[in-house]
């Protein structure tokens, strides 16, 4: 039942739409429209106004006709960058840009299964439950939408997110915690020439800090990255200050505190040793998630797969999405694969195939339910 001509189509419509992160509203606009026109009320809630962007979530419910509870879908609307003026092309039977931007299936390949999935409900008159929909704002880089989404608006306890990298099939019950480390090194500057001895570097006081760490893989379910450093005036300056952004993740709480604890001590015995100064600031970012093999929600997906003549299969991801969000403010959610290949990159793609199973598998969550 899902139409393969027009799931591509709408797809491609939807990534020439610029939705780049924080400016969302053009995108919102449009696919608010197509959701009236399938019968939902839309409201567009107040996360904008918190997170800075130019519109908020837009939160859709239609009712069913089946007496079961309500269940969501979500996906997010932002795009990384480049990605202004997307040019999808057609080839070996995958959709790519022209490599001069993103392609945007993460995540609008998403959007656009939820959305054919819908229209071959109204086509078809297929009984279903109540159904709501999230497609959320700033996703990319701090999952700002789903934080400040309005809760209060939904009534769905279980969630379907489509916004993962693996096959159609792929249910990620697991996905950790995040630690944002930002960490600022005070030195001392001096003439680099004439008496360096005078200085502090906080070049240097980093340098031998960072050395110390435990970096990168720490265990299964733990990693740490120091992502970026600047600092510095000049090569005869010795430099007074450098500013470094850091974070760690795991699947533990417990880990994770320990992981950047072990972080912010290199940090300051380093300053200490070296008679520098250390301002640090680390936030929990998003918490960890963990479901069971045999969870309602995971089997209602297996089941789905089966139906849907996709291979079923649970998963652990490293990275962080609007599912752990969800998670943590009592719906239980799940992260569905949908295929999206090289996310973030100019060769970013995806199989036109994983589009249509991506849908069936919305449709038979749907008829599932």
């Known amino acids: 039942?899902?139409?393969?001509?027009r799931i591509v189509n709408e797809f491609i419509k939807y990534v020439?739409?610029?939705?780049?992160?924080?400016?969302?509203?053009?995108?919102?606009?449009?696919i608010t429209k197509e959701l009236e026109g399938l019968g939902f009320e839309v409201y567009i809630d107040n996360a904008g106004e918190k997170a800075g962007c130019n519109t908020g979530n837009v939160i859709a419910k239609l009712d069913g006709n089946k007496d079961v509870e309500p269940i969501l879908f979500s996906c997010h609307m932002d795009t990384v960058s480049p990605s202004v003026g997307i040019k999808p092309v057609i080839k070996d039977d995958a959709i790519y840009s022209d490599g001069t931007t993103v392609l945007g299936s993460d995540d609008k390949a998403g959007i656009a299964a939820v959305m054919e999935a819908m229209k071959v409900i109204k086509e078809n008159d297929i009984d279903h439950g109540p159904i709501e929909i999230v497609f959320s704002i700033y996703e990319e880089g701090g999952l700002f939408g789903a934080k400040n989404l309005e809760y209060d608006k939904l009534e769905s306890k279980k969630a379907f997110v489509l916004d993962s990298g693996g096959d159609p099939g792929q249910i990620i019950i697991k996905g950790p915690a995040q630690d944002k480390i930002d960490v600022k090194v005070l030195g001392k500057p001096a003439h680099a020439g004439v008496c360096p001895e005078e200085g502090i570097s906080a070049i240097n006081v980093a340098a031998h800090a960072i050395s110390k760490m435990k970096l990168l893989r720490i265990d299964e379910e733990t990693t740490a990255n120091i992502g970026k450093i600047e600092g510095g005036v000049a090569t005869n300056i010795v430099t007074p200050e450098v500013k470094i952004k850091a974070e760690a993740r795991s699947l533990s709480d417990e880990k994770l505190d320990k992981q950047t604890e072990h972080m912010v001590k290199c940090f300051k015995d380093t300053a200490k040793e070296f008679n520098a100064q250390v301002e640090i600031e680390t936030s929990r970012m998003y918490g960890a998630f963990s479901l069971d093999e045999n969870d309602e929600i995971v089997e209602l997906v297996k089941k789905a797969c089966d139906n849907a003549g996709i291979k079923p299969f649970t998963d652990s991801t490293g990275g962080g999405s609007d599912t752990n969000i969800l998670n943590g403010n009592g719906?239980?959610?799940v992260n569905l694969g949908i295929g999206e290949r090289?996310?973030?990159?100019?060769?970013?793609?995806?199989?036109?195939?994983?589009?249509?199973?991506?849908?069936?598998?919305?449709?038979?969550?749907?008829?599932?339910?």
């Open 342 to 369: 090289k996310p973030h990159t100019l060769e970013e793609h995806i199989y036109i195939k994983d589009l249509v199973d991506s849908s069936k598998l919305v449709l038979e969550i749907i008829k599932s339910i």
């Open 16 to 30: 020439k739409i610029d939705s780049p992160t924080k400016s969302e509203k053009e995108f919102a606009d449009f």
């Open 1 to 5: 039942m899902v139409n393969r001509e």
């Open 331 to 333: 719906v239980k959610a």
